[in-house]
């Protein structure tokens, strides 16, 4: 099965072009929020703390995230999503210096929290509208997706915030959001509603029971969170502004990396996807960690470090959707929404445990290719523990 031939559902159609537009216009005032706070001399404690707060709401909010999803019709709760991220995003515009950084970094929660949500729900209802080899295909057009909504957003953002700066890049960005929401409206969704009678304490339990009780999925949702070791922002920003800006403009040069990385994002589940199986997963967790080896070596001159960054990332959207397709597969039904917010916050604390070391070990004097180095390494400890889990709960 092809990805046209998956794209021929009407619903997944139609929620991919709705994805495509709001994670276009996230990553499109991603660079406009770095560049901010870079012009208004933010330190790398400052960055790192931007970029964590975008990725904290998944970790503090998960149980929540989760009730709210196998509770509430998608419908209704994403058109609300929508709504809050656009209210968030004009919000950035009154943030001018950085005495108010931290209206900035309650703005940015805000809507993550609303983000998180929503990525979280998507997740939760592709494998009630499809299975086996279509689902597959799904999470994997859902990668591309982002890929290249990331690739064209901080390309873009980059020039247009060079250009026209940040509050028109904003404003912009709100009205993507708009048209996100004009989508929603003709979207058509039949699946069996889940009733539950339980109350909203019970369900938290019982999630977590069931949860608790699956040592197989608990161990999958470690597996998926270690990609979040490549969590690049905070580090591409110190790179930008410490390294790289008597090269090129910081919002030009953020947005560029960004842009090549996301290349390979794109490109990689052409290249990968029919090849990587159960049997041979820790090779690639291998190779990701060599690929970001690479880039380290090659970050001393703008240029070549763009071909570490596309090489990175050719490896990252398919071991994100691989690993999350073989939490979806392990899970049931019922409990899918609350697992899924589960994994999204193991994952995005890892997001935030790798930013806060990019952020930290800078400031205690280590080197921005010895930080890249290091995480690369964790890969290969990332490939021996996936490795003794083959042995222990795969027949393969």
Known sequence: MTYLDTLKHPTIRRLSLIQFISYFGTWFSQVAIFSMIVSFGADEITIALTATMAMLPAVVLAPIIGLIIDKIEFKKLMGVLLLVEISMTLGFIFVD????????????????????????????????????????????????????????????????????????????????????????????????????????????????????????????????????????????????????????????????????????????????????????????????????????????????????????GIFITTLWSYTYLLIQEETDTKYMGRVISYNDMFFMLSNVATALFVGYASRWGLSLEGITFTLGFGFFVVAGYYVWFKKKYLDV
Request: charged share 15%; with cysteine.
């Open 97 to 312: 210096s950085l005495e108010y950084v931290w209206v900035l970094m309650i703005l940015i929660f805000i809507r993550s929290s609303a983000a998180s949500m929503l990525f979280s729900a998507e997740m939760a209802l592709f494998p009630k509208l499809v299975s086996g080899e279509m689902l597959k295909n799904t999470n994997e057009i859902h990668s591309v997706i982002w890929s290249l909504c990331y690739a064209l957003g901080m390309a873009v953002g980059g020039i247009v915030t060079y250009y026209v700066g940040f509050d028109m890049a904003f404003t912009m960005d709100a009205i993507l959001y708009s048209l996100a929401i004009l989508l929603l409206i003709g979207l058509k969704i039949s699946i069996e509603k889940i009733i539950h009678t339980e109350s909203n304490f019970e369900m938290l339990k019982d999630g977590f029971i069931y949860l608790k009780s699956q040592k197989k999925i608990l161990h999958l949702i470690l597996l998926h969170a270690s990609i979040g070791l490549t969590s690049f922002d905070a580090l591409i920003t110190l790179l930008a502004d410490f390294q790289y800006k008597e090269i090129l403009a910081v919002p030009l040069a953020i947005g560029w990396m960004n842009a090549t990385r996301a290349l390979g994002l794109m490109v990689g589940p052409f290249l990968i996807s029919k090849i990587i199986s159960k049997k041979n997963l820790h090779y690639f967790f291998i190779l990701q960690g060599l690929a970001i080896m690479l880039w380290s070596l090659l970050e001393y001159n703008f240029y070549f470090a763009l071909i570490g960054l596309f090489i990175t």
